[in-house]
């Protein structure tokens, strides 16, 4: 199934992802720095949801509170229910 999150505080402005028996499947960043976010959706490419979420979630950009590695970790705790 595929998922659409918009992300808050981050220069991407949406992910697009799929979890497919428990794995993480397909990430799309739209925005953002581009080759950064393209080797993010790479590493995290058929990785466990919970082990994703375990290793990017709290991960700050600068002096922001959040980063497009924390924003994908939101959106798959939210697309877990």
Sequence with gaps: MQYEYKTKGTCSQKIFFDIEDGKVKNVQFLGGCNGNLKGIGALVEGMNVDDVIARLEGTKCGMK???C????????????G
């Excluded at 590695?69 to 877990?80: C, F, N, R, T």
């Design 69 to 80: 590695p924390d924003q994908l970790a939101k959106a798959l705790k939210e697309a877990k």
């Design 65 to 67: 509170s959040t980063s």
